[in-house]
């Protein structure tokens, strides 16, 4: 069955370090999102991208994330200058036509600790 | 803005017992998800559902929608030490994305 692969499992990072988290989508999807879990929390929504652009955006999903698919096979959240409670675990997803009608698929995640 | 809330938060249960987790939502959706989440995993699809009355079960887990209530239930029949983990309801916003509950987490023990 199809996967959405994440890299790296887990990440150590300074404070005020640059962080990339790397998803690697189903391929023939077409909607990406990164979504994110603080220890113990509920999912949270952080950004949704379709057709090469930003589809909406989360209040959390401020001017030090940004997301990009640069290859058309990757696609990257990057977090400009981490803080410590950006510690939290990161999923990505992709789904063929949307979750109405075809359905999420979650990748198995990237444990940041920012330290 | 969409909003979901589960209860119980959390849901300590002794094996061969039934239990039901609730989860209800603020306005009118498309479709529900149902996730299992073990401790430092990813989501794991349990079910989704469609339309109002639907029914789906799988092993001990059922899950029915009732949208004019906007209410989901995830029944549990004779739990066993298995299906310790925390379940996650998700409705589809009108812009596509997920919404969440707060999760339940569910400790069978013998």
């Known amino acids: 069955e199809p996967e959405v692969t994440q890299t790296p499992s887990h990440q150590v990072t300074q404070m005020g370090q640059e962080v990339i988290l790397r998803c690697v989508p189903i391929?023939?999807?077409?909607?990406f999102y990164w979504y994110r879990q603080i220890l113990g929390q509920k999912v949270e929504f952080l950004v949704s991208?379709?057709?090469?652009?930003?589809?909406?955006k989360s209040e959390i999903f401020d001017d030090q994330f940004s997301v990009e698919r640069p290859d058309g096979s990757n696609f990257t959240l990057k977090i400009r200058s981490t803080k410590l409670e950006d510690s939290a675990m990161y999923f990505c997803?992709?789904?063929?036509?949307?979750?109405?009608?075809?359905?999420?698929?979650f990748g198995s995640g990237t444990r940041l600790t920012v330290v | 803005e969409l909003k979901v809330e589960q209860n119980p938060l959390f849901l300590s249960m002794q094996e061969g017992k039934n239990y039901t987790i609730y989860c209800n939502y603020s306005?009118?959706?498309?479709?529900l998800y149902w996730y299992r989440q073990d401790p430092g995993k990813s989501l794991e699809s349990l079910f989704v559902?469609?339309?109002?009355?639907a029914v789906k079960q799988e092993g001990r887990l059922m899950a029915s929608l009732d949208t004019k209530a906007r209410l989901s239930t995830l029944h549990i029949t004779a739990a066993v030490h298995d299906l310790s983990a925390t379940y996650f309801c998700?409705?589809?916003?009108?812009?596509?994305?997920?919404?969440f509950g707060t999760g339940t987490r569910l400790q069978v023990f013998p």
């Open positions: 997803a992709s789904s063929l036509q949307g979750p109405v009608n075809s359905g999420y698929t």
């Open positions: 391929s023939n999807h077409l909607y």
């Open positions: 991208f379709y057709n090469n652009e930003i589809s909406e």
């Open positions: 306005t009118t959706s498309d479709r």
């Open positions: 559902l469609l339309s109002n009355g």
């Open positions: 998700a409705v589809v916003a009108p812009s596509d994305k997920l919404i």
